[in-house]
Nanobody
Framework: QVHLVESGGGLVQPGGSLRLSCAAS????????MGWYRQAPGNQREYVAF???????NYADSVKDRFTISRDNAHNTVYLQMNSLEPEDTAVYYC?????????WGQGTQVTVSS
């Protein structure tokens, strides 16, 4: 069973930055594409960004040019650098396989953008 642990969230003012991390257990990490997802209160979980095992990336239109996804296969970790944060980015952020997320999700990390 894959175990995912997200961290790095917090409270930040509009225009600020945060860097999220996701540690994944198991040797399967390096063979899978990984994605970041988020869920705001009252909304469904939505896709944010993904990175292939080779390092190619893709972003949701709402975060393009502001967020950067990266990965460290040697340490089974995926990152999300978030710049120019907006109140609309407030959500719980999760990582998981992309596509076809594993059934087990981590606890997520809360990001709150507010003045």
């Amino acid at each position: 069973q894959v175990h995912l642990v997200e961290s790095g969230g917090g409270l930040v003012q509009p225009g600020g930055s945060l860097r999220l991390s996701c540690a994944a257990s198991g040797s399967i990490f390096g063979t899978n594409g990984m994605g970041w997802y988020r869920q705001a209160p009252g909304n469904q979980r939505e896709y944010v960004a993904f990175i292939t095992r080779g390092g190619s990336t893709n972003y949701a239109d709402s975060v393009k040019d502001r967020f950067t996804i990266s990965r460290d296969n040697a340490h089974n970790t995926v990152y999300l650098q978030m710049n120019s944060l907006e109140p609309e980015d407030t959500a719980v952020y999760y990582c998981n396989r992309f596509p076809s997320p594993w059934p087990s999700w981590g606890q997520g990390t809360q990001v709150t953008v507010s003045s």
